[in-house]
Nanobody, 121 residues
Framework: QVQLVESGGGLVQPGGSLRLSCAAS????????MGWYRQAPGKQRELVAT???????NYADSVKGRFTISRDNAKNTVYLQMNSLKPEDTAAYYC???????????????WGQGTQVTVSS
């Protein structure tokens, strides 16, 4: 079994900052890409940022220059530093990991339970 547990969400004023964390645990052989996605009420889930095992990153245009994704491979943990937050960043944020559970298994995608980020004055 694999678990992804997110933390760090909350209520913040516009212009503020938050740092999200997501730790993967359980039967993990190797982790390829990790990432963050978000879903606002009434909207589809969208990509926020991804990072490969080699630390190559990719960002949605809407968060470039404001958000930074990073990871600690030794801890199987991915982070999302969010600065200059805007009301339109309000959403449930979900962690994703593409990983293998054994040497022989293929890659599968796993999701966390989500953490709420609300940007409001």
């Amino acid at each position: 079994q694999v678990q992804l547990v997110e933390s760090g969400g909350g209520l913040v004023q516009p212009g503020g900052s938050l740092r999200l964390s997501c730790a993967a645990s359980g039967s993990i052989f190797s982790i390829n890409a990790m990432g963050w996605y978000r879903q606002a009420p009434g909207k589809q889930r969208e990509l926020v940022a991804t990072i490969t095992s080699g630390s190559s990153t990719n960002y949605a245009d809407s968060v470039k220059g404001r958000f930074t994704i990073s990871r600690d491979n030794a801890k199987n943990t991915v982070y999302l530093q969010m600065n200059s937050l805007k009301p339109e960043d309000t959403a449930a944020y979900y962690c994703n990991a593409n990983l293998r559970t054994t040497y022989y298994s293929g890659r599968s995608a796993y999701w966390g339970q989500g953490t709420q980020v609300t940007v409001s004055s």
